[in-house]
């Protein structure tokens, strides 16, 4: 099984700033890999597939990028609406599996 | 527009069995591979099984391998998780999700609201 390790745990960002958040797989997993947003209370939404690729509805101040073991996700100016927390998910193997998330809070 | 509508959760016994299921409307159910996914009370996302479109395929993690059963049918646009012998660890909210392209993709878009199942004595 891929082992998916995201850092940090939790991440205090002002409004404004920049947002950096990583993920390392235990092996590659080629560019197959997504990432999700989970507001409170609210089911997870697809963020980015194929390690760079936008989903619909999800502003330009989102870009992830990465390969093989290493990724991230950057949040350019971070919003009210983006404190969230974000998983990584690897689908290049079986099982499926997840990051353990990063919260994102307002500093 | 899509919507995934999850249903059959609820409070069981350990040892217990459930049902789940998810109604799907907006898009073509029949053309698209399905999962289930879970999240313990203030845990992560943990994938459970997945369904190829047509039925033929099915994968399972290992934590319900034997225990759960992943099933579809096309005609009423419905995906459904048969539980067994459920643990106090299975408890969760279960997500169905749909796969996000038409061609096997393994990513989720969209996700159903949840249901809760709860194991416990």
């Known amino acids: 099984e891929i082992v998916m390790t995201q850092s940090p745990a939790t991440l205090s960002v002002s409004p404004g700033e920049r947002a950096t958040l990583s993920c390392r797989a235990s092996?590659?997993?080629?560019?197959?890999l997504a990432w999700y947003q989970q507001r409170p209370g609210q089911a997870p939404r697809l963020l980015i597939y194929g390690a760079s690729t936008r989903a619909t509805g999800f502003p330009a101040r989102f870009s992830g990028s990465g390969s093989g073991t290493e990724f991230t996700l950057t949040i350019s100016s971070l919003q009210s609406e983006d404190f969230a927390v974000y998983y990584c998910?690897?689908?290049?193997?079986?099982?499926?599996?997840f990051g353990q998330g990063t919260r994102l809070e307002i500093k | 527009q899509v919507q995934l509508v999850e249903s059959g959760g609820g409070v069981v016994q350990p040892g217990g069995s459930l049902r789940l299921s998810c109604a799907a409307s907006g898009f073509s159910f029949g053309t698209y591979g399905m999962h289930w996914v879970r999240q313990a009370p203030g845990k992560g996302l943990e994938w459970v099984a997945f369904i190829r479109y047509d039925g033929r395929d099915k994968y399972y993690a290992d934590s319900v391998k034997g225990r759960f059963t992943i099933s579809r049918d096309n005609s009423k646009n419905t995906l459904y998780l048969q539980m067994n012998s459920l643990r106090p660890e299975d408890t969760a909210v279960f997500y169905c999700a749909k796969d996000h392209a038409a061609r096997p993709s393994n990513y989720f878009d969209p996700w159903g609201q949840g249901t809760l199942v709860t194991v416990s004595s």
């Open positions: 998910q690897q689908y290049n193997n079986w099982p499926i599996t």
């Open positions: 092996q590659s997993v080629g560019s197959n």
